[in-house]
């Protein structure tokens, strides 16, 4: 897919050591109850490896965090049940969803990665904003 276009799928993006992490969200109104307090995001994350070696992704940390300050931090092996290995030049996705009880808040982390000689390193997951569209502005 052409650079340009990538970036504007995902508009949020962060590089760390050749490993580029790239996010899209998307408020999910279907699955949301604002009088109940409850919104509800589903965010695509694409994991991009462009050094010459291949990485495994082991494990990842986020931070969640509310519209009044609230931080909810989940830490846990690979994602979305996969510790994938991502070849040189190769990529992958997922997706996944996020409750919050506030119309606003956001999202940020890191990967845990393992080189192909073993060496582990963190890869930076880029903060997103998580903005319900009837308090956007």
């Known amino acids: 897919m052409e650079a340009s276009i990538v970036k504007s799928l995902f508009p949020h993006s962060a590089t760390t050591r050749d490993v580029t992490v790239r996010v899209a969200v998307s408020f999910l109104p279907e699955q949301s109850e604002p009088p109940k307090g409850r919104w509800f995001w589903a965010y695509h994350v694409r994991i991009e ?5 291949a990485v495994q992704l082991v494990s990842r940390e986020w931070a969640i965090v509310d519209g009044r300050g609230g931080r909810h931090e989940v830490q846990g092996e690979g ?9 040189p030049g190769g990529s992958f996705d997922y997706v996944s969803g996020c409750p919050l009880s506030t119309p606003t808040g956001h999202m940020e982390g890191r990967y845990q990665m393992v080189s192909a000689e073993g060496a582990s390193f963190a890869v930076a997951i880029p903060r997103f904003p998580l903005i319900a569209p009837a308090v956007a502005s």
């Open 49 to 53: 490896n462009g050094g010459g070696r």
């Open 79 to 87: 994602v979305v049940g996969e510790q994938p290995i991502i070849e």
